[in-house]
């Protein structure tokens, strides 16, 4: 099998990291500072490019692009350490196209694709293994109690998309809804928001009422999150070459010196292998291909062990230089730890690949 990107999703990617490019670090920085919101700059731009409407249908107004081109969408954003709710608002996309009733999917895709509409959820504690208890939601008819940790973006978003006890998933109207508490996390990476989400009898819309729909959100997830984080040590890598080409040591570039030169051969081979992994993880979920779950967990163990290792090794090899405010190694290094815990950690997710396997050697 021969896999490559259609130009299609080629472009999609590219124009991406152009746009964030051209605003540069700075406008990105300031979206750091926000304490709740996000840079709308690079919203609506994305959002004028059809970022939020990669995975919407096109009689929705969206791209009707598949899981490998919102893969290469999320790899730029994560490359380009850019904020913003662009997974989570993918994702409730997707719980709507999977599970929603044509009334609520033409109520609330095209919003979702002209970026009208902020989208966040909070699915499962399961597979994010360092706050196994953070998640917890009773429906009582169509009305929810309960409570939603570490919620990406809650205090800027319109819907909340949450999976309860009762293995349903419920669409929540966080604006204009009574019964709902949002409460801001102070979060280490600072590159995004957090909050916990409380309700108490608030009122929800039923989405999907088996098992099945909370799981394909979580791999979907999964994947998206595991290509961000295959930007994040792309950048990391990219960035510690052009310092050690250009830092000077003994009259030679410290890139010179083989020990540098090996390691860092060595983890950009990682480095592609995931990125590898995570197309074809989204791949065998487009076309529903029977090591679909055994990949997912491949590609985000891979990427998250290489986005933690590649971002360390950029501090180390930056020096001093790697430790000051002012430098992006902190920001790269922290929002891989973050990433690498969501939608389950490098270890869960060994687990779950030894455990699918030894199921699949019976």
């Not at 967990?297 to 062990?305: G, I, M, R, Y």
């Given at each position: 099998?021969?896999?490559?990107?259609t130009?299609?999703?080629r472009?999609?990617?590219?124009?991406?990291?152009?746009?964030?490019?051209?605003?540069?670090?700075?406008?990105?920085?300031?979206?750091?500072?926000?304490?709740?919101?996000f840079?709308?700059?690079?919203?609506?731009?994305?959002?004028?490019?059809?970022?939020?409407?990669?995975?919407?249908?096109?009689?929705?107004?969206?791209?009707?692009g598949?899981?490998?081109?919102?893969?290469?969408?999320?790899?730029?954003?994560?490359?380009?350490l850019?904020?913003?709710?662009?997974v989570?608002?993918l994702?409730?996309?997707?719980?709507?196209?999977?599970?929603?009733?044509?009334?609520?999917?033409?109520?609330?895709l095209?919003?979702l694709?002209?970026?009208?509409?902020?989208?966040?959820?909070?699915?499962?504690?399961?597979?994010?293994?360092?706050?196994?208890?953070?998640?917890?939601v009773?429906?009582?008819?169509?009305?929810?109690?309960?409570?939603?940790g570490?919620?990406?973006?809650?205090?800027?978003?319109?819907?909340?998309?949450?999976?309860?006890?009762?293995?349903?998933?419920?669409?929540?109207?966080?604006?204009?809804?009574?019964?709902?508490?949002?409460?801001?996390?102070?979060?280490?990476?600072?590159?995004?928001?957090?909050?916990?989400?409380?309700?108490?009898?608030?009122?929800?819309?039923?989405?999907?009422?088996?098992?099945?729909?909370?799981?394909?959100?979580?791999?979907?997830g999964?994947?998206?999150?595991?290509?961000?984080?295959?930007?994040?040590?792309?950048r990391?890598?990219?960035?510690?070459?052009?310092?050690?080409?250009s830092?000077?040591?003994?009259?030679?570039?410290?890139?010179?010196?083989?020990?540098?030169?090996?390691?860092?051969?060595?983890l950009?081979?990682?480095?592609?292998?995931?990125g590898?992994?995570v197309?074809?993880?989204?791949?065998?979920?487009?076309?529903?291909?029977?090591?679909?779950?055994?990949?997912v967990?491949?590609?985000?163990?891979?990427?998250?062990?290489m986005?933690?290792?590649?971002t360390?090794t950029?501090?180390?090899?930056?020096?001093?230089?790697?430790?000051?405010?002012?430098?992006?190694?902190?920001?790269?290094?922290?929002?891989?730890?973050?990433?690498?815990?969501q939608?389950?950690?490098?270890?869960w997710?060994?687990?779950?690949?030894?455990?699918?396997?030894?199921?699949?050697?019976?």
């Open positions: 099998m021969r896999f490559e990107l130009p299609e999703q472009a999609l990617g590219e124009a991406a990291r152009a746009l964030i490019d051209d605003l540069g670090p700075d406008e990105l920085r300031n979206g750091y500072e926000d304490a709740d919101a840079p709308r700059t690079l919203w609506d731009a994305g959002a004028k490019q059809g970022w939020l409407g990669t995975l919407v249908p096109t009689e929705h107004g969206g791209l009707g598949d899981l490998v081109a919102g893969v290469t969408l999320a790899r730029a954003v994560g490359g380009g850019a904020p913003g709710p662009l989570p608002t994702l409730v996309g997707e719980a709507l196209r999977l599970c929603g009733d044509p009334e609520q999917q033409a109520e609330w095209p919003a694709a002209h970026g009208d509409v902020v989208g966040t959820l909070s699915l499962s504690a399961d597979w994010a293994a360092p706050c196994r208890d953070s998640v917890r009773e429906a009582d008819g169509d009305w929810l109690t309960g409570s939603c570490m919620v990406e973006y809650a205090t800027a978003a319109d819907l909340l998309a949450v999976a309860c006890t009762d293995g349903t998933v419920r669409l929540v109207r966080l604006s204009g809804t009574h019964g709902i508490e949002v409460a801001p996390l102070d979060a280490m990476d600072g590159t995004t928001r957090l909050a916990v989400a409380t309700l108490t009898g608030a009122a929800a819309e039923c989405l999907a009422r088996h098992e099945g729909a909370r799981e394909a959100l979580l791999a979907r999964a994947v998206l999150t595991a290509a961000e984080l295959v930007g994040v040590a792309e990391a890598v990219w960035s510690t070459v052009a310092h050690l080409q830092r000077r040591q003994f009259g030679r570039p410290l890139g010179a010196f083989q020990a540098l030169g090996h390691r860092l051969a060595d950009w081979s990682g480095v592609v292998m995931a590898h992994g197309l074809y993880a989204a791949h065998a979920l487009d076309e529903g291909l029977p090591d679909r779950e055994l990949m967990s491949v590609a985000k163990a891979k990427a998250s062990e986005a933690v290792t590649a360390a950029m501090i180390q090899y930056h020096g001093a230089l790697g430790f000051t405010w002012e430098h992006e190694s902190h920001l790269l290094f922290k929002r891989a730890h973050r990433q690498a815990a939608y389950g950690d490098a270890r997710h060994r687990e779950r690949i030894a455990a699918l396997t030894l199921d699949g050697a019976r």
